[in-house]
């Protein structure tokens, strides 16, 4: 193969994503097939940077964290993904893959929308694949569920795609496409580092744990198509307290479920309540303000951008020495140049 002589590389910038309308529980582990929609907002902080260069010769991937080797696990997922990248792109040349987080460590926020995202959009542009964002969108859902909406800036919703079709018509139709939001929402995203641990259940292992065993979880997926179609109307009409309210109503449901499930997943934690306990006086006071939380104790506000310092602080209050971030509407994953 000639075009293996010469080495390719490509570099690639993606964002995390906060689901507003969560995605908990897959139809296809395989194939990374969610059994609901569900709708994120891409952050602009904590941007992971992935290169990927071929490595002609090679007899193996090889893959860097933060200028380490990747963890095994990590690596394994890393190492899967590339196969089906070669499968697509018929090109067995191995990679090298370097990663860089800008996730403080142990911040407990998950890397794997914005590394998922990052490494389809580099891995397709290393081994020559010309995709469009539906179908990067697309790619990158088969590393992780949700790096299917970090292919897109601002709102994205991530189709859960066809049922009762075939494996290869289902992979099709589940992607991610932008959504519109009004300017007039103008929102920020309060992020709080309660607990900076591992977390204690995979959220792959408590989704399975839910669906399986969870008497609530058909009824919230139920009500989380309702809430969809409420969201969408929500950020179209730019109505900040609509989309906090209903966010916050489709993520306690989820945490409901979970905590239905055979044995419960509790991800909660009393730093996290004293967190919650805080918005409720936020919102007594006045200020808009509404939470939502992913699998693990960190909790994240959502409120208007020029209310976010003082929800910020209030939040401090609450968990004190925890860090907090402030977050904003950020961009999709794109390649760099060079
Ligand atoms: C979400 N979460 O919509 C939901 C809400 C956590 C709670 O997507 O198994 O890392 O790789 O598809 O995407 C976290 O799960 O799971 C997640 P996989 P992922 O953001």
Redesign the pocket.
Known sequence: ERREQQAQAATALAHP???LI???G?SDERL?LPRTD?L?MTLDIFPTTTRVALAPGAGHDSVTFNGAPAPAEAHRRIVAFLELVRERAAREVRAVVDTVNTVPTGAGL?S??SGFAALAVAAAAAYGLDLDATALSRLARR?????SRSVFGGFAVWHAGLRGGTPAQADLSSYAEAVHASARLDPALVVAVVDAGAKTVS??EA?RRTVATSPLYEPWARSSAADLADMRTALDAGDLDAVGEIAERNALG?HATMLAARPAVRYMSPASLRVLDAVLQLRRDGTAAYVTM??GPNVKVLCRSKDADRVAAAVRDAAPGRPVHIARPGPGARLLPG
Do not use: L, Q
């Open positions: 994503n906060i689901a969560k995605y908990w897959k990374f569900s994120s998950a794997s929308a590393g992780s569920g949700s790096a959220s792959r989704m989820m992913d699998a």
